[in-house]
């Protein structure tokens, strides 16, 4: 949702909201980023859970650049305090939400190649492009070699 991401983005503790595809889209597309990394990710999903320490940091040390970071829970609603606690242990502090609606207009939406298999990673530039899909898990180094080019392109 877009509060999220701006409090987010604000330095707020994160918050689990829950989100339908419009809210999301919105969220990729809201102004003041250069990059938007969106994963989703669900709690009882091992390598989902592995990637999300490279995920966090990366974040951590790119957001100054313009790095909007989103984080879409395909779990069911009634595993929102777990989706909660699972990124607060990781100290996340960024736009977390849980995804309501229709399974395959989400995954369309996000990429026709993508079949759903979690996790998987977009990267969309500062308009809501998408750049680069990652269809399974995705590590720091990976994030450095394709994200860190769109956050150095544009100096204001």
């Given at each position: 949702?877009?509060?999220?991401?701006?409090?987010?983005?604000?330095?707020?503790?994160?918050?689990?909201?829950v989100a339908e595809l419009p809210a999301i889209i919105?969220?990729?597309?809201?102004?003041?980023?250069?990059?938007?990394?969106?994963?989703?990710?669900?709690?009882?999903?091992?390598?989902?859970?592995?990637?999300?320490?490279?995920?966090?940091?990366?974040?951590?040390?790119?957001?100054?650049?313009?790095?909007?970071?989103?984080?879409?829970?395909?779990?069911?609603?009634?595993?929102?305090?777990?989706?909660?606690?699972?990124?607060?242990?990781?100290?996340?502090?960024?736009?977390?939400?849980?995804?309501?609606?229709?399974?395959?207009?989400?995954?369309?939406?996000?990429?026709?190649?993508?079949?759903?298999?979690?996790?998987?990673?977009?990267?969309?530039?500062?308009?809501?492009?998408?750049?680069?899909?990652?269809?399974?898990?995705?590590?720091?180094?990976?994030?450095?070699?394709?994200?860190?080019?769109?956050?150095?392109?544009?100096?204001?």
């Open positions: 949702m877009t509060m999220a991401v701006m409090a987010a983005e604000a330095g707020a503790p994160a918050r689990v909201d919105a969220a990729v597309k809201a102004p003041g980023a250069q990059a938007v990394l969106v994963n989703v990710w669900a709690t009882w999903c091992e390598p989902c859970r592995e990637e999300m320490p490279d995920l966090v940091r990366f974040y951590r040390d790119h957001r100054a650049q313009g790095l909007r970071l989103v984080l879409i829970s395909a779990d069911d609603d009634d595993q929102r305090a777990e989706v909660a606690r699972v990124l607060g242990t990781l100290g996340f502090d960024g736009a977390a939400v849980l995804k309501r609606g229709n399974d395959m207009t989400f995954i369309d939406a996000l990429d026709p190649q993508w079949k759903g298999a979690l996790p998987a990673t977009f990267l969309f530039d500062g308009r809501g492009a998408k750049k680069r899909s990652w269809l399974g898990s995705v590590t720091y180094d990976d994030l450095r070699a394709r994200v860190s080019g769109l956050l150095n392109r544009r100096k204001r």
